[in-house]
């Protein structure tokens, strides 16, 4: 007998997958950002950038779990995460720094309109657990959003 919720799984795991090259790729650009900042409020930056970093380095791992946990493999490589992120790559270590802000800003909002469209997979695939640590990170990310915005003033 098929189990109905094969595809949803499924669907889920690679979605899961995108998710975890997105923190990935933001992890980096938010270090990025954090090492080359530069004006008269680079202290404030340096240190917000560094607070975004390490809490979307600390999701990492959870988020890969979750994949494995429903049955699914994780992304295995920086290829691999090049090619699911939906974080532009960005190699600029002169942007200003109010560019800085609205890029993170920027894909922080993307990362959450991936997040909230992951609920109805979720929901689809009977996964319960899933479910709860997307309003968690869904929560994380809508700060990001919000302190990056309240920046730009």
Known sequence: MLDPNNNSKTALIAEINGLLADHFALYVKTKNFHWHVKGPRFR???LLFDE????????IDVIGERARKL???TITSVG?????????????ATLSAEDM???LRDDNAKMVERLKAMKELAEQ???????????DWTDMAEERVWF??????
């Open 148 to 153: 990056l915005t309240s920046t730009l003033g």
């Open 44 to 46: 404030d930056l340096h």
């Open 52 to 59: 975004q970093a390490i809490e979307i380095r600390d999701q």
């Open 71 to 73: 049955g699914g493999d």
């Open 125 to 135: 695939a009977g996964d319960n657990a899933t479910d709860g640590l997307l309003d």
């Open 101 to 103: 802000v609205a890029e």
């Open 80 to 92: 691999m995460i090049a090619e699911h992120t939906q974080v532009k790559n960005q190699d600029s």
